[in-house]
């Protein structure tokens, strides 16, 4: 019998232009995504989830309004609906306790912003972002996915795991997974593929026989492909 888990990461749809500060509480409950935002992830839904197919879902996005936004209207755009059995808020990014005011970090505008960022792998402070903690933290609530749907998926049912997150974290788990990072301080590899726009996408499809401990994907982002089983993240 074939099993199905599916994985799905999307950063936010388009956002409202508003002047807040990074992470804050403001930023995670007033900054929305626009009204076109919300009409593209609506018409992206039966494009990145096919309709009409999963029998269990397991949903994730940050605590961002705009995040939880867009996990609804993409659903919502292939047929499908969260309630409080398949939906779960992350709340730890590596995102909060940054000072972001900091002159060592980019600004959020800076076309190589992501880049920098990625300069930052090994921060020499608590307050400076580390996008290995970041990557890491992202994958969690994917892992975690996995993990909740697993027996059902043994069981045959069509399974798909999906987190809504943000620029940066879909960044460094983009990095993780196809290796955009050395394992060298500030040393960035030179097969960086540009950062992700929003409403862009990386998925996940099971390939070969299921072993429930450590499943194989194939991982596909910026017409990149990779299989890589859990324990190679």
Known sequence: MTKTIDILAARHGMKEAKKVVPCSDIDKTTVDL??????????????????????????TSTDYVRAMNTAERILAGAGYKTNPS????VRDLGLDGINWSDSRIPHPKDPDFILQMFQLYFPIEATLPCMA?????TLDPIINGIQTVSKEAEAGKKCLVMDATHSVCIDALDSLIFGTLTAENSSV???????????????????????????????????????ASLDDL
């Not at 398949?86 to 808020?89: A, C, E, S």
């Not at 903690?133 to 933290?137: M, R, S």
């Not at 990386?202 to 499943?215: D, W």
């Open 86 to 89: 398949n939906y779960t808020l």
């Open 133 to 137: 903690n970041i990557a890491y933290l």
């Open 34 to 59: 626009t009204p076109e935002g919300k009409l593209a992830c609506f018409e992206q839904g039966p494009k990145l989830i096919q309709p009409d197919f999963y029998d269990v879902l397991n949903v």
């Open 189 to 227: 590899k030179i097969n960086f593929p540009g950062a992700y726009a929003m409403g862009e996408n990386l998925s996940g499809r099971l390939q070969g026989e299921y072993n429930p401990a450590n499943p194989t994907f194939q991982f596909t982002a910026k017409n990149r492909e990779k299989i």
